[in-house]
C-alpha cells in the first residue's frame, strides 16, 4: 500500500498536477455525473426528450480535456462530450439548457436535439448527428491554425463505433501527412449501440490503426484520470512542437444503455452490466487521491455538496429559460437573409 | 479591359484574393506544383508557398471538411473538387456540415468558403467526367449556387463567393473553359451574388439558362433573328441559388413565353423550379407552355462521340424548342 500510496504521489506530480488541480479534476467529475444524472431524472419526468449519456466517459474526458488550453485551443466533441465541455468552459447550465432546448440555449438556440452541444464563445464546435464528421473539422482548424502559424491546437472526440468511418481514415491520413497539430480521442467502450467491439474493429484495437497514418497511436485506460490527462499532455506537447498527431484510444465503459430510446439489457448479459461498475473513474480517482490524502471526508462532502448546489441551481435557472419563439425557427439560415 | 478565357479568369481571381486577404487558402487534388488539372491554380503555388495551395490527398469528404475546419477557424478557403463527379464522398460533409453549420449553431458559426467544381459535358469525359450535378445542390438549404457563363462573370462572382460569409458551390462548365475570350474589367470587379443578366434583349420569348447553355442560347438566339425573325431574349441566371426572381418574372413579362435550358436532365433537375416560380408567379403574363429543355433521362453522358453528340444540348435543339414554344 505505501509503494502505491509513494508512485500515486509521484505520479500526478510528475504530470505537473498540483494537489489542488488533481482534486478540481475531481471535482469537474462529479459535476459532469451530477448533470447527467440530473438529466435522466428529469428525461424520466417528462422534461427532457431525451438523453444520451457519458457516464462512464468522465475521466477520459476530464484527463484529455485538462490538457488543453481554454479560450486558446480547440475541440470538436460528440455527443457524449458532457465531461469534454464542461472541462473546456460550458456550465452545468448550458448543458442543460440544451437539454431543454430552451430559445437562449448557447448551442443551438433550441435548434437541435440533446446532446448536440456547441459554443461559439468556447471554441467547442458544433456537434452533429451523422458521427464523425467532427473529426474532419477538427483537423481543418489544425490546418488552419498550421498554414498561420498560430500556437492552437484542436482536439476531437468520437466513439470506436465511429473510426470506422470513411471520414476519419481522410482525416487521420491527411493530419499525419502534414504532421497537423491535433489530437484524436478515441473514447472507446465497447459498443456501437448494440455491436460489440469485435464485430466493429478487425483488428480489435483502434489506437493500432495510428501507425499507418504516420502518427503515434496509443492505448490508455480511459478510466484513469491521470493516464489520460498524461497522454493527452504528451500529445499537446507533440502538436505544438510540430511533431504531429496523436491518436489516443481510451479504454472506457459505457455505464447507461446507448441512449434513454435504448435498453442495454436487451443485449449485454447483466453480469456484465454489473461488473462495468469495478472501472467507474469516479470512485477509482477517489481511491487515489482518498490515499493520497488529498481526499477527505469532510472535503468529500464540502464537494458533494457544492455540486449538488450547483445542479439544482443550474437546472432551476435553465428551466425558467424561455422556449424559442417559432416565428425564429426561420431566421439564420444566411449571415445576410437572402434564399 | 483584358481579354480573358474563363479559366484564366477564374486564375486571377484566385490571385487577386489570395494577394488581398491573407485568411484566403486554396486546397484540392494537384491543385499545388501542377496548377491543376485544368490549369485553374496555374502559377499560385508558386506565387504563395504550399501551406495556401495545398495540395491534399484523394479524399473529397477531408478536402470539404478541413476546409470547413478552417472556415470555422475565421480562414476563407477554396477548395477545389476535381470534377463534380468526385464530389459525392463529401456529400455528407456538404449537405450534414457545411450548409447547416450557421443555422444549427444558432448564428454562432458561419462558414465563409467556396467549393470550386468543373460540371458538364461535351469534352468526352464520359459517365465520370461530365456530369452535371447542380440539382443536388441548389435544393439543399444554407448553400448559395453560382453558375457563370462569361469570363467577366467567372472573376467577379469568385471574388463574390470568396468574400461571402456563407458557404458557395461554385460551377465552371469545363468545355467554356477555352472556349471563347471576352473583355474582364480590370481592377477589384466584385459582382452580386443573386442577380441574373439579360445576356441578349428580346421581345418574343425568355430563354433561360447558365454556364455552357449561356453559349449555346446566344447562337441559337442568332439564328432565330436571322431566319425566322424571332427577338429571343436570353437571361443568364449565373446564380442558381438564390434565384434572380424579379429578373425572371420581368422577362416572361416582355416576352410571354419561358423556355428553360439546361444539361442537367429534366426530371426534378433546376429548371423544375424555374418553371415552377413562372408558371405560379408569372402565369397572367404567360402566352404558351413554360417549356423545358434538358439532357436526356440517362444516368450520365455517355462517351463515344455520336453518343455524346445525341446527349448534350447544342444551339440547334434550342432553336427547334424555341420555334416550337414560338409557334404556340
Not at chain 1, 428525461?43 to 438523453?51: D, L, N, S, Y
Not at chain 2, 488539372?37 to 501551406?51: I, N, P, Q, R
Not at chain 2, 468526352?124 to 443536388?136: I, M
Request: aromatic share 8%; with cysteine.
Amino acid at each position: 500500500m505505501a509503494t502505491t500510496k509513494a508512485a500515486a504521489t509521484t505520479r500526478h506530480r510528475e504530470l505537473g498536477l498540483s494537489d489542488d488541480e488533481v482534486l478540481a479534476m475531481y471535482r469537474a467529475m462529479l459535476l459532469a455525473r451530477a448533470v447527467d444524472e440530473r438529466m435522466w431524472l428529469m428525461q424520466r419526468a417528462g422534461k427532457i426528450a431525451f438523453i444520451i449519456s457519458g457516464q462512464g466517459h468522465e475521466g477520459a474526458q476530464v484527463g484529455t480535456s485538462w490538457a488543453m488550453r481554454r479560450g486558446q485551443d480547440w475541440m470538436a466533441p460528440f455527443y457524449r462530450s458532457i465531461a469534454a465541455t464542461m472541462t473546456f468552459g460550458m456550465s452545468a447550465e448550458d448543458i442543460i439548457t440544451a437539454h431543454l432546448a430552451k430559445g437562449d440555449d448557447v448551442s443551438s438556440g433550441g435548434r437541435q436535439m440533446p446532446g448536440h452541444y456547441g459554443g461559439a464563445p468556447y471554441n467547442i464546435v458544433s456537434v452533429s448527428s451523422p458521427v464523425g464528421t467532427q473529426v474532419l473539422h477538427a483537423v481543418g482548424i489544425a490546418m488552419a491554425a498550421w498554414v498561420r502559424g498560430d500556437d492552437v491546437v484542436a482536439i476531437t472526440f468520437y466513439g470506436e463505433g465511429t473510426s470506422n468511418q470513411g471520414e476519419i481514415h481522410e482525416a487521420m491520413n491527411f493530419a499525419g501527412v502534414h504532421k497537423l497539430p491535433v489530437i484524436f480521442v478515441c473514447e472507446n467502450n465497447g459498443y456501437a449501440i448494440s455491436v460489440p467491439l469485435a464485430k466493429q474493429v478487425g483488428g480489435l484495437s483502434v489506437a493500432a490503426r495510428a501507425v499507418g497514418y504516420g502518427m503515434p497511436g496509443v492505448t490508455v485506460d480511459g478510466s484513469d484520470v491521470l493516464a489520460c490527462f498524461g497522454a493527452a499532455r504528451e500529445a499537446h506537447a507533440r502538436a505544438r512542437a510540430g511533431e504531429g498527431p496523436t491518436l489516443i484510444e481510451a479504454k472506457v465503459v459505457r455505464l447507461t444503455s446507448h441512449s434513454s430510446d435504448d435498453d442495454q439489457r436487451r443485449y449485454r448479459d447483466p453480469s456484465e452490466v454489473e461488473g462495468l461498475k469495478e472501472h467507474d473513474p469516479l470512485p477509482r480517482f477517489a481511491d487515489q487521491l482518498r490515499q493520497l490524502g488529498i481526499l477527505t471526508d469532510p472535503i468529500e462532502e464540502r464537494l458533494r455538496a457544492e455540486v449538488k448546489a450547483e445542479v439544482n441551481e443550474a437546472s432551476r435557472r435553465a428551466e425558467a429559460r424561455p422556449d424559442p419563439e417559432p416565428e425564429t425557427a426561420a431566421g439564420g439560415v444566411y449571415a445576410a437573409e437572402t434564399r | 479591359m483584358a481579354e480573358l478565357n474563363i479559366l484564366e479568369a477564374i486564375r486571377q481571381a484566385m490571385d487577386e484574393e489570395l494577394e488581398r486577404d491573407e485568411r484566403v487558402m486554396v486546397l484540392g487534388e494537384d491543385v499545388g506544383k501542377k496548377g491543376g488539372v485544368f490549369g485553374a491554380t496555374e502559377g499560385l503555388w508558386a506565387k504563395y508557398g504550399d501551406k495556401r495551395v495545398l495540395d491534399t490527398p484523394l479524399s473529397e469528404g477531408l478536402i470539404a471538411g478541413a476546409a470547413a475546419g478552417a472556415a470555422l477557424y475565421g480562414l476563407r478557403p477554396v477548395a477545389e473538387m476535381q470534377f463534380a463527379d468526385f464530389v459525392y464522398p463529401a456529400f455528407n460533409q456538404i449537405v450534414s456540415e457545411i450548409s447547416r453549420m450557421r443555422y444549427r449553431s444558432n448564428g454562432a458559426f458561419g462558414l465563409p468558403m467556396v467549393i470550386r467544381m468543373p460540371y458538364g459535358g461535351g469534352v468526352h469525359g464520359a459517365l465520370y467526367h461530365s456530369q452535371s450535378n447542380e440539382s443536388y445542390f441548389t435544393s439543399t438549404v444554407g448553400l448559395k449556387v453560382v453558375a457563370p457563363g462569361t469570363p467577366a462573370d467567372a472573376k467577379g462572382l469568385l471574388k463574390a463567393a470568396i468574400r461571402d460569409p456563407d458557404p458557395v458551390m461554385f460551377f465552371e462548365h469545363k468545355k467554356t473553359y477555352r472556349l471563347f475570350k471576352a473583355e474582364v474589367p480590370d481592377g477589384d470587379e466584385v459582382l452580386p451574388i443573386g442577380r441574373a443578366s439579360i445576356a441578349r434583349a428580346g421581345k418574343d420569348l425568355s430563354i433561360f439558362c447558365y454556364g455552357y447553355m449561356r453559349f449555346c442560347a446566344l447562337e441559337a438566339a442568332e439564328v432565330l433573328a436571322r431566319e425566322d425573325g424571332l427577338e429571343a431574349e436570353v437571361v443568364d441566371l449565373r446564380t442558381l441559388r438564390p434565384l434572380d426572381v424579379a429578373t425572371v418574372l420581368g422577362s416572361v413579362e416582355r416576352t410571354g413565353k419561358a423556355l428553360v435550358v439546361h444539361e442537367a436532365n429534366q426530371f426534378g433537375g433546376y429548371g423544375a423550379e424555374v418553371a415552377a416560380v413562372i408558371a405560379q408567379d408569372g402565369f397572367e403574363h404567360l402566352d404558351g407552355p413554360v417549356t423545358r429543355l434538358a439532357g436526356p433521362e440517362v444516368p450520365a453522358v455517355p462517351f463515344h462521340h455520336a453518343l455524346e453528340d445525341w446527349f448534350m444540348i447544342n444551339p440547334s435543339k434550342i432553336v427547334d424548342a424555341a420555334r416550337a414554344l414560338a409557334a404556340y
